[in-house]
């Protein structure tokens, strides 16, 4: 069954601090992996997108990993801001079928 | 550009009644899609068009759902007869191609309630 789960489910860090989020994946077919960021009340906003054979990529203070052979990724946020504060979606697939998980709720404290 | 628009921007209903969620993609894309997302599974894909098209709508939950694209500039997802289940947050996105970096783009969504 294809299925991406994503922990921790939630979490509290504070402003200024870095904090890594996981995802773990079991998808096929996979030729590419996303991350999503979505306010409250917003709809999701596209972070990052790797395919199989890239390993890392960054777009400013978030940074994402892939290792397609233990199927798993990792969002990495350095030097967290309030507006950080949102759910980040792991999201793994090909384009006309991609699976979805639930998300990790952030919240950067001041 | 004014991105994906959607309308209403909350809906409640009665159950029993018919509800029509309406999107407005980004000019110019060719892929639409619709998404609902509760708390218990997250976001799920419905439907998807290209060029207007149906192309995927093994996500649409039951015959209640049906969605159409009668142009390149709205689509609308309708639901008859709601049910308080159909309770959720209903997203359309669109994508300029098909490809497996392409962004989709999201709209803000509509909050659907049925009592």
């Known amino acids: 069954k294809n299925q991406v789960e994503q922990s921790p489910q939630s979490l509290i860090i504070l402003e200024g601090k870095n904090c890594t989020l996981q995802c773990n994946y079991t998808v096929s077919p996979f030729s590419n992996l996303r991350w999503y960021k979505q306010d409250t009340g917003r709809g999701p906003v596209s972070l990052t997108i790797?395919?199989?054979?890239?390993n890392t990529k960054s777009n400013g203070r978030y940074t994402a990993t892939l290792d397609a052979d233990t199927k798993q990724s990792s969002l990495h946020i350095t030097a967290s801001q309030l507006s950080d504060s949102a759910s980040y979606i792991c999201v793994v697939g090909s384009f006309q079928k991609l699976v979805f998980g639930t998300g990790t709720r952030l919240l950067v404290s001041p | 550009d004014a991105g994906v628009i959607q309308s209403p921007r909350h809906e409640v209903t009665e159950m029993g009644q018919e509800v029509t969620l309406r999107c407005k993609p980004i000019s110019g894309h060719d892929y639409l899609f619709w998404y609902r997302q509760t708390m218990m599974r997250g976001l799920e894909l419905l439907i998807y068009f290209n060029n207007n098209v149906p192309i995927d709508d093994s996500g649409m939950p039951e015959d209640r759902f049906s969605a159409k694209m009668p142009n390149a500039s709205f689509s609308t997802l309708k639901i008859q007869p709601s049910e308080p289940r159909d309770s959720a947050v209903y997203f359309c996105?669109?994508?300029?191609?098909?490809?497996?970096?392409?962004?989709?783009?999201f709209g803000p969504g509509t909050r659907l309630t049925v009592l």
């Open positions: 996105a669109s994508s300029l191609v098909s490809s497996d970096t392409d962004t989709q783009y």
């Open positions: 790797m395919t199989f054979s890239e």
